[in-house]
């Protein structure tokens, strides 16, 4: 995890979640898919730090496929709109605790209320494993996230 992020955690509770959204686990073959969203999501962002999109497939194989820390398959999911990929979350156990690896929504999707609705999901599903907490870090400048997690009641350490 980079230094200068701002790690924050939660203390899980079950989460109210609107059931517009139909909400898929993530499979192996969704790696490119999913890459080329989270792509689309970060360019012309403070996220964005002249990654090519090799650089996210490989970013996003090395969470699928647990080579970064035990991806939990059971609390990650995507969301898609006409068969295609518009919002995903990616949860790794990371240091003792779910980390949400990877949280991204396409660029035309963003402010629609999907990246609250899959991390409502994925908290329900990780009391469901039986899981207290999640973390995550985030870049300072990213104020639209910060003030996602915030809302849900994610709290800095």
Same mark, same amino acid.
């Given at each position: 995890?980079? &230094?200068?992020? =701002? +790690?924050?955690?939660?203390?899980?509770?079950?989460?109210?979640?609107?059931?517009? !959204? #139909?909400?898929?686990?993530?499979?192996?073959?969704?790696?490119?898919?999913?890459?080329?969203?989270?792509?689309?999501?970060?360019?012309?962002?403070?996220?964005?730090?002249?990654?090519?999109?090799?650089?996210?497939?490989?970013?996003?194989?090395?969470?699928?496929?647990?080579?970064?820390?035990?991806?939990?398959?059971?609390? &990650?999911?995507? =969301? +898609?709109?006409?068969?295609?990929?518009?919002?995903?979350?990616?949860?790794?156990? !990371? #240091?003792?605790?779910?980390?949400?690896?990877?949280?991204?929504?396409?660029?035309?999707?963003?402010?629609?209320?999907?990246?609250?609705?899959?991390?409502?999901?994925?908290?329900?599903?990780?009391?469901?494993?039986?899981?207290?907490?999640?973390?995550?870090?985030?870049?300072?400048?990213?104020?639209?996230?910060?003030?996602?997690?915030?809302? =849900?009641?994610?709290?800095?350490?």
């Amino acid at each position: 995890m980079s &230094s200068n992020k =701002i +790690k924050m955690t939660y203390r899980l509770k079950h989460q109210a979640i609107e059931e517009i !959204y #139909e909400f898929q686990k993530i499979e192996i073959e969704d790696i490119t898919k999913l890459s080329i969203v989270m792509l689309d999501s970060i360019k012309g962002t403070c996220e964005y730090v002249g990654e090519t999109l090799k650089d996210i497939v490989e970013e996003i194989d090395s969470v699928v496929s647990g080579s970064f820390a035990p991806y939990i398959f059971d609390a &990650s999911y995507q =969301i +898609k709109q006409k068969d295609q990929i518009v919002a995903a979350i990616m949860i790794s156990f !990371y #240091e003792g605790y779910p980390l949400i690896s990877e949280i991204f929504t396409k660029k035309q999707n963003q402010g629609s209320g999907m990246a609250a609705s899959l991390i409502k999901k994925s908290v329900n599903s990780l009391l469901e494993i039986g899981y207290k907490e999640l973390t995550l870090n985030v870049e300072p400048r990213n104020t639209a996230a910060l003030n996602l997690y915030e809302k =849900i009641g994610f709290e800095k350490e």
